[in-house]
């Protein structure tokens, strides 16, 4: 639940993005979905600089939407921001959504326990945890974010340490067109960025 630096790349592209298409400043409406919401800090930092955007953040620890939820109280967003209890978009029936951000889980099980201690210890492990190759979660959000993009919306991912080819294989099946990798401030790949092909 503790945003980190890696994750401003995330902001920073979807930010780009929009100040480019979509969703901008200048009135468009857009809609928000941020897949794993944790403690909301994706979707409100988008809806703080998107004053006439709505969002949708789930997950499935309701820890976590409690969070979100205060967090987004706090920052007095509550009034476009959305927590839902959801396995990614089960709950979601139809709906979609003009960005996508995602932060999910993509540490390899076999590398949680060498972690700083911080974050090994005192993490949900279920916010960790990407499974045997850390691309459990990228397998799950694929298709999903292909079902749930507007035509010609976009989608952000934060990415571990060398995932970007395979999450970006794993999206184009999906039929998600790439837009881009975006590098963090040590210079490793930690956001991709796809678009709805259709």
């Known amino acids: ?102 932060n999910p889980p993509y540490i390899p099980d076999g590398d949680i326990d060498g972690l700083a201690p911080e974050v090994a210890r005192h993490e949900p492990r279920l916010a960790l945890s990407g499974g045997a190759d850390g691309l459990d979660a990228y397998r799950l959000l694929a298709n999903e974010t292909a079902r749930r993009l507007h035509p010609g919306g976009a989608a952000f991912f934060e990415l571990g340490i060398g995932q970007a080819d395979a999450v970006a294989g794993l999206m184009a099946a999906a039929g998600l067109a790439p837009l881009g990798l975006r590098e963090d401030l040590s210079g490793v790949v930690r956001c991709l960025a796809v678009r709805a092909n259709y």
């Open 1 to 102: 639940l503790t945003p980190r630096p890696d994750t401003e790349t995330l902001v920073e592209a979807a930010l780009a993005w929009a100040a480019l298409d979509r969703v901008d400043g200048g009135g468009a409406h857009g809609t928000v979905l941020d897949f794993g919401t944790g403690s909301g800090c994706l979707l409100l930092s988008l809806l703080a600089e998107w004053p006439d955007a709505r969002g949708v953040g789930v997950d499935i620890s309701p820890q976590a939407l409690a969070v979100a939820a205060g967090n987004a109280r706090a920052a007095g967003l509550d009034g476009r921001a959305t927590f839902v209890l959801s396995d990614w978009g089960a709950a979601l029936g139809d709906a979609r959504f003009d960005v996508i951000v995602a």
